[in-house]
């Protein structure tokens, strides 16, 4: 038996390109690694999200207003405390990076939608340090005049100059502050003579607290609180059984989860597609920044609880422009 196993062993790394003790000694090893051809995936792409739709909607409507504000972000937290130091999860629940992401999301609006870096100034803060040291160089400013031979000796310095470093207007901030989760799981297994089968369903969510803030007054202009629900499945078949004097076992399934990450993102976007509306709200106070990330939840599939599903073609279906808009009028933003 053992012979056997041995042979058999042989023969898998064999077909596998596996080399004998000797082979992997003598340097053969080197040489597999060298020629291996791993896996690949996808090219890199856009990320794409589920409310790119509600920023294209927005979009239309920002194209018919006068002001355009400039907006920043402050330093938004994982605020929910969750953390494992289990192998397999390895550090902090949820991402950390929930400030960049929003930066992400303002650059999906329009060209002419002005943001500005509030969040990461080290560098700027540094440049700044050397210049007041004079040794701050710049090709693009001219070098100091020899006053005797009235050539233009060392490298132009660096200038900074009064009102050089644009002013923000509105500021978004605020934290991850839940995760929670199985808030709801349920299945099904059944079995028949030694052959089964079963699904299994649950949903966790993640929520945050966000707000946009006048950069002059510090006055909270909104506050939301946003959550999305995840849901999973794990179904599920076997069968264990003698064939004559062989014994059968046989396992099969599958198992998908909405990306925890990505809802984090879709929740952060839905969030500024609401407070930015609430900053450049219509003449007649509709957030239409509310109502574009609404029909990007319907466009993508999601139904707020107790609503009728759209059809599909309903769903696609931008909403209206305010009347303002539509009649060429510009709108004013709120400040």
Same mark, same amino acid.
């Given at each position: 038996?053992?012979?056997?196993?041995?042979? *058999?062993?042989?023969?898998?790394?064999?077909?596998?390109?596996?080399?004998?003790?000797?082979?992997?000694?003598?340097? !053969?090893?080197?040489?597999?690694?060298?020629?291996?051809?791993?896996?690949?995936?996808?090219?890199?792409?856009?990320?794409?999200?589920?409310?790119?739709?509600?920023?294209?909607?927005?979009? %239309?409507?920002?194209?018919?207003?006068?002001?355009?504000?400039?907006?920043?972000?402050?330093?938004?937290?994982?605020?929910?405390?969750?953390?494992?130091?289990?192998?397999?999860?390895?550090?902090?629940?949820?991402?950390?990076?929930?400030? @960049?992401?929003?930066?992400?999301?303002?650059?999906?609006?329009?060209?002419?939608?002005?943001?500005?870096?509030? +969040?990461? +100034?080290?560098?700027? @803060?540094?440049?700044?340090?050397?210049?007041? $040291?004079?040794?701050?160089?710049?090709?693009?400013?001219?070098?100091?005049?020899?006053?005797?031979?009235? $050539?233009?000796?060392?490298?132009?310095?660096? $200038?900074?100059?009064?009102?050089?470093?644009?002013?923000?207007?509105?500021?978004?901030?605020?934290?991850?502050?839940?995760?929670?989760?199985?808030?709801?799981?349920?299945?099904?297994?059944?079995?028949?003579?030694?052959?089964?089968?079963?699904? %299994?369903?649950?949903?966790?969510?993640?929520?945050?607290?966000?707000?946009?803030?006048?950069?002059?007054?510090?006055?909270?202009?909104? !506050?939301?609180?946003?959550?999305?629900?995840?849901?999973?499945?794990?179904?599920?078949? &076997?069968?264990?059984?003698?064939?004559?004097?062989?014994?059968?076992?046989?396992?099969?399934?599958?198992?998908?989860?909405?990306?925890?990450?990505?809802?984090?993102?879709?929740?952060?976007?839905?969030?500024?597609?609401?407070?930015?509306?609430?900053?450049?709200?219509?003449?007649? &106070?509709? @957030?239409?920044?509310?109502?574009?990330?609404?029909?990007?939840? %319907?466009?993508?599939?999601?139904?707020?609880?107790?609503?009728?599903?759209?059809?599909?073609?309903?769903?696609?279906?931008?909403?209206?422009?305010?009347?303002?808009? *539509?009649?060429?009028?510009?709108? !004013?933003?709120?400040?």
């Amino acid at each position: 038996m053992l012979r056997k196993l041995t042979s *058999l062993a042989l023969a898998s790394a064999a077909a596998f390109g596996w080399g004998s003790p000797a082979a992997l000694a003598s340097g !053969a090893a080197g040489k597999l690694v060298r020629s291996h051809e791993f896996v690949s995936g996808s090219a890199p792409e856009t990320n794409v999200s589920p409310l790119d739709a509600g920023f294209t909607c927005f979009n %239309r409507y920002l194209a018919s207003v006068r002001s355009h504000p400039v907006f920043s972000v402050g330093r938004i937290l994982d605020q929910t405390g969750k953390f494992s130091n289990e192998a397999s999860v390895g550090g902090f629940e949820v991402t950390q990076g929930l400030t @960049n992401e929003i930066y992400s999301a303002y650059g999906k609006f329009t060209p002419d939608f002005n943001v500005v870096e509030r +969040t990461d +100034t080290e560098i700027p @803060n540094f440049d700044i340090g050397v210049w007041k $040291q004079q040794l701050l160089g710049d090709p693009n400013e001219a070098g100091q005049v020899d006053p005797k031979t009235g $050539q233009v000796i060392g490298k132009g310095l660096r $200038q900074y100059r009064g009102g050089q470093i644009l002013a923000d207007d509105y500021y978004i901030t605020g934290a991850i502050t839940e995760v929670n989760y199985d808030i709801g799981s349920g299945g099904l297994e059944v079995g028949v003579q030694n052959i089964g089968a079963g699904k %299994r369903v649950y949903s966790m969510s993640v929520a945050m607290d966000l707000r946009i803030v006048d950069a002059r007054s510090l006055r909270v202009v909104k !506050a939301v609180s946003e959550r999305k629900v995840l849901h999973g499945y794990e179904t599920k078949a &076997g069968v264990f059984n003698f064939l004559g004097q062989t014994l059968i076992n046989l396992n099969a399934g599958t198992k998908a989860q909405e990306p925890l990450e990505l809802g984090v993102r879709a929740t952060a976007e839905d969030a500024v597609l609401r407070l930015v509306g609430a900053v450049l709200p219509a003449p007649d &106070g509709t @957030n239409y920044g509310a109502t574009c990330a609404d029909y990007a939840a %319907r466009a993508y599939g999601y139904a707020p609880a107790g609503d009728p599903k759209p059809s599909r073609e309903a769903a696609l279906t931008p909403p209206p422009l305010p009347e303002s808009a *539509l009649n060429g009028a510009t709108l !004013a933003s709120a400040k």
